[in-house]
């Protein structure tokens, strides 16, 4: 795995389209890493072209929450609130990471899930299955919203690793604003070990 640190690679926009929604009218891009065959999507409203301030949201995807509704995590809640916030707003973007489980892939997630049915928190179950608490990246994220115009940006986002990131990456970042979801029984420990040992801001 690369260095942090490294250039990312080039990106292609590969295509652009209308995207009518609940949350309101965007443009959907497409890019594609024409090296290895892999396809990003980003949901776009207004120009970004020479824009500071640009209300990000940076999601890594999540099969079981923001597609199956779970309840065990924020994930969905926390894209639905960026893609309300953003379609109120004049300008912004949401880029859509496949980066399933912090990085570790639906399989290892699921063996992550089983882990904590037996006890463990989201940091031990990963740790347990060898992998670091979060194995997440951003540079190509800020390789996207550098093509888009994007100059800096306001992140929505709970979580500083995910701020450090993408100023590592070289996109700057001139502010954060936390999107917090309303407890359940089922994902309050998830929570509290985001926020005791991940440092998110809940």
Same mark, same amino acid.
Do not use: W
């Given at each position: #795995? #690369?260095?942090?640190?490294?250039? !990312? ?59 199956? %509704? ?7 809640? &926390? ?6 916030? @953003? ?11 496949? &980066? ?17 049915? &037996? %006890? #463990? ?22 390789? @996207?919203?550098?093509?888009? %115009? ?25 502010? &954060? ?5 309303? !407890? ?19």
């Amino acid at each position: #795995m #690369m260095d942090v640190d490294t250039p !990312p690679p080039t990106l292609v926009r590969a295509a652009t389209a209308r995207l009518p929604s609940r949350y309101g009218d965007f443009s959907v891009v497409a890019f594609e890493r024409p090296e290895t065959g892999e396809e990003f999507g980003v949901v776009v409203r207004g120009n970004l072209e020479g824009a500071e301030a640009v209300p990000v949201r940076l999601h890594s995807e999540c099969f079981t929450g923001d597609v199956m %509704g779970s309840l065990k995590c924020d994930c969905r809640d &926390q894209l639905e609130a960026a893609l309300a916030f @953003i379609g109120r707003a004049d300008k912004g973007a949401v880029v859509y990471l496949p &980066q399933e489980g912090r990085g570790i892939g639906l399989a290892n997630k699921i063996r992550a899930y089983a882990l904590q049915d &037996q %006890g #463990m928190d989201t940091v031990e179950a990963n740790l347990a299955l060898g992998f670091p608490d979060d194995l997440r990246r951003y540079d190509v994220a800020a390789e @996207i919203l550098r093509q888009l %115009g994007a100059r800096s940006v306001v992140l929505l986002t709970n979580n500083p690793s995910k701020v450090a990131g993408v100023v590592r990456a070289g996109l700057p970042v001139v502010g &954060q604003i936390p999107l917090r979801a309303t !407890p359940n029984v089922h994902n309050r420990t998830y929570l509290d070990t985001k926020r005791a040992k991940s440092g998110h801001l809940l």
